[in-house]
């Protein structure tokens, strides 16, 4: 953390992250090492990242037992190809922790984007096609999934040019109306990128119930809730 705080010219930082979980080592560890960072001023808050919604229970409840803080904020994958967890297995932490929301890959790496349509192979420059990892998988060669995906992103366009939004605007916009959501991490490779990201807040009060309804019919990802007991 020092030395981090050292590349940064930072004294603190806002948030630390456990980014990810590390199950060998035990959770009073974790949950006191945190509260040494926060206690020393290296930062205010600290989050976790990927990881199950029973392990942030478990922080907390450790948290709770000691009279420490438990974690803050949860950094998962969510957009409108990926809500299971968000939308379903975090579901009850909301409220029981005040669990904020910091997700990453909010346009699908560019799949929301509609930059992918109509194509054979990733165009040169994009995402996609920069990818060197050996482990990773493409989804080009994915074929029934990537077709099932590149369908809902069209199925979107109508609803995007309705509002006079771009598909990644709309996509950005649809993260943001999730009340449990805080901060969207996007990526950009060109400046103007950036600005076109930035202006998906013009469009979130525009996501009238008519628009969610209308975005729901076009990717059908809602996941399906279980019924609560009371």
């Known amino acids: 953390m020092e030395a981090s705080l050292k590349r940064l010219d930072l004294p603190y ?16 560890e974790i949950v ?17 990242s990927e990881w199950s919604a029973s392990e942030i229970a478990e922080a907390w409840r450790v948290a709770d037992r000691l009279g420490l803080i438990g974690p803050a904020v949860e950094q998962p994958q969510y957009n409108l190809l990926v809500r299971e967890r968000v939308e379903k297995e975090y579901r009850w932490l909301y409220e029981a922790h005040g669990l904020g929301l910091t997700v990453w890959s909010p346009l699908k790496q560019g799949i929301l984007t509609g930059k992918y349509n109509g194509l054979e192979a990733p165009p040169p420059g994009t995402r996609l096609a920069e990818v060197h990892n050996p482990n990773y998988r493409n989804p080009f060669n994915e074929k029934e999934s990537w077709k099932r995906q590149l369908a809902q992103v069209e199925a979107l366009r109508p609803i995007a040019e309705e509002l006079g939004a771009t598909l990644a605007q709309l996509a950005l916009a649809w993260a943001l109306k999730n009340p449990n959501v805080s901060t969207l991490i996007t990526g950009a490779s060109r400046p103007e990128q950036v600005t076109e990201n930035v202006r998906a807040l013009e469009f979130v009060d525009k996501l009238t119930p008519e628009i969610m309804e209308k975005i729901e019919k076009a990717v059908g990802t809602k996941p399906e809730q279980e019924p609560t007991r009371f």
């Open 13 to 28: 930082v806002d948030v630390v992250f456990a980014h990810r979980p590390d199950r060998q080592t035990p959770m009073e």
């Open 32 to 48: 006191r090492a945190f509260n040494h960072l926060i206690n020393t001023g290296k930062a205010f808050y600290w989050g976790t």
